[in-house]
């Protein structure tokens, strides 16, 4: 996983205390490095003799040299005592990355009444300039950096970085088109190329069937790990060596086009002209390749794979997403809803220790490679990126698994907050059917990324917006 490279440039202003603009410098930096995330920092030292971002234009460019150079992915500027918002404003505009704005707060006036920094006198000059600036921030109230409130809100904002590093890069191989019936994953590839810059690779059933074919034939370690990792961590039934060798060049031939092509994710038409091609479900190697941080998305769901490639950043490509069906109400809790598809949830969701390799149960062919089994609950988050009409929208909410009927294919059930209020967002909104779900609270990191996604809406169920606001700010 590569890490998020953060700009790190403290800020001050000559008139207050230079000693406690050093001093804090290096305490929020401790303070950073001990959280344990996945980043790299890039900071200001040697590129002047104090590592500080102060009025001094030649000092300015080379800032913004320097973190172009380093590739960095967002920009922290701490305010180490007042701060220069005219120099924070022009570095931010120029190198157009994700902003987080704070500054500790203060102590005590002195004995004398002189005061050091005042903090957050500077950051209220510094958010009016960003704004004159149109460079959009993310905000962290005044506080200590042993608060809480920094905590949660550097997280949530190195996730949402992450979201927009991942975003601002996507490439979706697309294989074979929507399945005739599926109007409802229609998306506008004009469209999305324009407003986000995302690229669609498109490459027909019969090229992936070149591929696989090419694959089984050889003897590759690729392929051959494919093959044992079915072996050791599925129980198949009724499906014979041959269909398994199958699923592992299936798999192996999706992601050598993935890499190749530089996606990030795939979409594919994962019925009925496969099974009819090559004689498999490509459930159980969409798993695979999502639970390896190569989300696959059924159905040609374009909109789908851009949903889970979100996610997937928002928890810091920590964890693999799932791709499911809104499918019935739980039968005993109205908030209830099972998460279901044929068999593509990653193998490492599964609750059984061997959870099962079958042929598909529901189409006529029975075609085998659906990989069937209830998924773990605990703590969700549930996205969709959807659009019509030229405007787009990112839904999100908490859910929380709970325990419900047996069914076939991959499941879970989870209840949320208020499911009226998402069922009539979901039916009424530009979504559909489907979903995307990571098991980690990655809710507000989705509401800051779409800050630096223009044209991207962000469209919150439960918590909603002013929840969401509100735990920011620490209020509970």
């Known amino acids: 996983m590569e890490k998020i490279k953060l700009g790190y440039a403290p800020t001050r202003r000559n008139v207050f205390s230079a000693e406690d603009a050093q001093k804090y410098k290096k305490i929020v930096l401790q303070k950073i490095n001990s959280f344990n995330l996945n980043i ?97 921030f993310s905000y962290i109230v005044n506080s200590s950096v042993n608060d809480i409130v920094f905590e949660r809100g550097f997280k949530t904002f190195i996730g949402a970085a992450n979201v927009v590093k991942h975003f601002r890069s996507l490439r979706i191989l697309q294989i074979g088109p929507r399945p005739t019936d599926f109007w409802s994953v229609i998306c506008n590839e004009g469209e999305l190329l324009e407003q986000f810059g995302i690229e669609l690779h498109p490459i027909t059933i019969e090229e992936i069937k070149r591929q696989t074919n090419k694959i089984e034939k050889q003897d590759s370690d690729e392929l051959q790990d494919a093959i044992q990792y079915i072996k050791k961590h599925l129980e198949a039934i009724d499906v014979e060596d041959q269909y398994i060798r199958k699923i592992g060049a299936l798999k192996v031939a999706m992601k050598t086009l993935a890499v190749k092509n530089k996606c990030t994710a795939i979409a594919i038409q994962c019925w009925s002209s496969l099974q009819n091609a090559i004689g498999i479900m490509p459930c159980l190697a969409n798993a695979i390749l999502t639970d390896e941080q190569i989300p696959v998305t059924c159905e040609t769901d374009i909109h789908g794979a851009i949903s889970s490639v979100m ?28 998460l279901f598809h044929c068999g593509n949830f990653p193998v490492s969701m599964s609750v059984e ?61 989870v209840e949320v907050d208020n499911w009226p209020l998402w069922e009539e967002k979901l039916v009424t909104g530009p979504y559909i059917h489907h979903i995307v779900g990571v098991h980690d609270r990655v809710g507000a990191s989705l509401y800051e990324a779409c800050k630096y996604i223009p044209g991207l809406n962000p469209d919150p169920a439960t918590p909603n917006e002013e929840h969401i606001k509100a735990w920011l700010r620490g209020e509970f």
């Open 40 to 136: 790299e920092i890039v900071d200001l030292e040697g590129i002047n003799p104090e590592g500080l971002l102060y009025g001094d234009l030649e000092c300015e460019e080379k800032i913004v040299e320097h973190f172009t150079n380093e590739k960095v992915d967002a920009l922290f500027f701490p305010h180490c005592n007042f701060g220069t918002e005219d120099s924070v404003a022009r570095v931010a505009k120029k190198l157009n990355k994700p902003v987080l704005l704070w500054g500790p707060r203060d102590e005590a006036p002195l004995e004398n009444g002189m005061r050091l920094r005042d903090t957050q006198c500077g950051l209220f000059a510094t958010g009016k300039i960003l704004r004159r600036f149109n460079v959009p």
């Open 311 to 338: 996610l997937q950043a928002a928890a810091l490509n920590e964890k693999p997403t799932f791709f499911a069906d809104l499918t019935i109400r739980h039968p005993d809790n109205d908030n209830g809803e099972l």
């Open 353 to 413: 220790e061997t959870p099962r390799l079958q042929r598909h149960f529901l189409f006529d062919t029975h075609a085998p490679g659906t990989h069937e089994g209830e998924v773990k609950g605990g703590a969700m988050t549930l996205a969709r990126f959807d659009g019509d009409h030229g405007k787009y929208f990112l839904f999100f909410g908490d859910a929380q698994g709970i325990k419900g009927p047996f069914t076939r294919g991959s499941w879970v059930w």
